[in-house]
Structures are given as structure tokens and as C-alpha cells.
């Protein structure tokens, strides 16, 4: 399979696309459990660690435009909060960075 053209790259696209869903699946759940996103300051093990870790990249990738669409709305779906929290960082950095006058 090695000689086919694509094949590895469709292998570590599979791969990669099996990651983000199952990292996705463990920050909903976590959600469910605890009612809050994992903590990136004072998490409470290398799992949420790696969660919030996990998130920021997808929030980075969201303010770059290379999230897709897909995972936008999925992570809407299943992790709502997310959006109330992006908006609170988004209104706390701007109080923070307001010119004073």
C-alpha cells in the first residue's frame, strides 16, 4: 500500500481526523461532567492540561481562518460554552488594552 499515491497521506489524514473528534469527545464530556472548560491556568491533571492545551489550539486556528467550517460547528454543538468564553476573553482583552485618556 506503500506504493499507492496518496496512501499515507490519507492514512495521516484519517489519523489526525480520528484525534480532533476524540479530542473533542473528551472536552464535551468533561464539560457535561463539571460544567466548565478545561482549565489551561490550574488544571486539574495532565488530561485537562492536555484538553486545554487542545482548545486553545482550536481557538487559535479559528482566529487564523483554518478551522473548517465542520469543526467550527461542531464545536458549537457539543462544547456551547466555548462561544460564551471566547467572547468574555474577547471583551476582558479589550478593557485590558483600552487607551487611557
Not at 492514512?11 to 482549565?39: G, K, M
Not at 495532565?46 to 461542531?74: F, N, Y
Not at 462544547?79 to 468564553?85: G, L, S
Request: hydrophobic share 35%; aromatic share 4%; proline share 5%.
Amino acid at each position: 500500500m506503500d506504493q499507492l499515491p496518496g496512501w499515507r497521506r490519507s492514512a495521516r489524514a484519517h489519523e489526525e481526523a480520528q484525534r480532533w473528534n476524540s479530542r473533542l469527545t473528551e472536552v464535551a464530556a468533561l464539560f457535561a461532567i463539571a460544567q466548565r472548560l478545561p482549565s489551561l491556568h490550574e488544571p486539574q491533571d495532565e488530561t485537562e492540561r492536555v484538553l486545554s492545551a487542545w482548545i486553545h489550539s482550536q481557538r487559535q486556528g479559528l482566529k487564523a481562518g483554518s478551522l473548517s467550517k465542520d469543526k467550527v460547528a461542531l464545536l458549537d454543538e457539543l462544547v456551547p460554552e466555548r462561544r460564551k468564553d471566547q467572547r468574555r476573553r474577547e471583551a476582558m482583552a479589550q478593557r485590558e488594552w483600552r487607551p487611557q485618556g
